[in-house]
Nanobody
């Protein structure tokens, strides 16, 4: 069974950092591009960052602040988030890219507020 378990969120002040982790199971992890998505209150879920075998891509709003990485030996995906802004507040999810529509995890809440 496909499963994604996200962790590492929390409440931080603007300018601070967080590192999110995602444990994937039930998939041939190493063959897929993986991604982090987020959904802010009242908004649609958006793609934040993607990592393939040897490339990464980011939405413009996080370029230079967020870094996605993966550990294929552990089936893990990470998102290092620096210089956080209030507009980064959202529930963050990981999934394949493009996503498995039926296998979203619970996500991890990130709140950036002073």
């Amino acid at each position: 069974q496909v499963q994604f378990v996200e962790s590492g969120g929390g409440l931080v002040q603007p300018g601070e950092s967080l590192r999110l982790s995602c444990a994937a199971s039930g998939i041939m992890f190493r063959i897929y591009a993986m991604a982090w998505y987020r959904q802010a209150p009242g908004k649609q879920r958006e793609l934040v960052a993607v990592i393939g075998a040897d490339s990464t891509n980011y939405v413009d709003s996080v370029k230079g602040r967020f870094t996605i990485s993966r550990d294929d030996a552990k089936n893990m995906v990470y998102l290092q988030m620096n210089s956080l802004k209030p507009e980064d507040t959202a529930v963050y999810y990981c999934n394949r890219h493009p996503p498995f529509a039926d296998y979203w995890g619970r996500g991890t809440q990130v709140t950036v507020s002073s």
